[in-house]
């Protein structure tokens, strides 16, 4: 998840926003949002399922996610939920993650 366009993966995706292919499947274009949340899953520290993964589920099983969500519009929501968690340092650690793979957190 941390170089998904690593050449010993099965099928190298895009590490940042800029690399994605829009005509492709959205799992051809999953190395992004995988590696936000590994750089998230790194910066908080500890058992990734503590935190970092509790602030992705909060995401995906809000009502406030759209099927046709941005990654943009995603990672505002992932934002949010972190500022909800864990407060202005969480919340900062998950901005920078979206930040690195050149996605704007968009405003939820």
């Not at 099965?10 to 005509?23: F, K, V």
């Not at 970092?52 to 939920?81: H, P």
Request: proline share 6%; aromatic share 8%; net charge negative.
């Amino acid at each position: 998840m941390v170089n998904p366009s690593a050449q010993h993966c099965l099928a190298p995706q895009p590490e940042r926003y800029s690399q994605i292919d829009p005509t492709a499947d959205v799992h051809d274009n999953s190395g992004v949002p995988n590696k936000a949340f590994a750089m998230f899953a790194a910066s908080v520290g500890g058992e990734s399922w503590t935190t970092a993964i509790k602030v992705w589920y909060d995401t995906c099983t809000s009502r406030t996610l759209r099927a046709d969500a941005t990654f943009s519009e995603f990672a505002g929501l992932t934002v949010a939920k972190a500022q909800e968690r864990g407060g202005d340092s969480l919340a900062a650690k998950c901005r920078s993650a979206w930040q690195e793979v050149e996605v704007p957190p968009g405003s939820t």
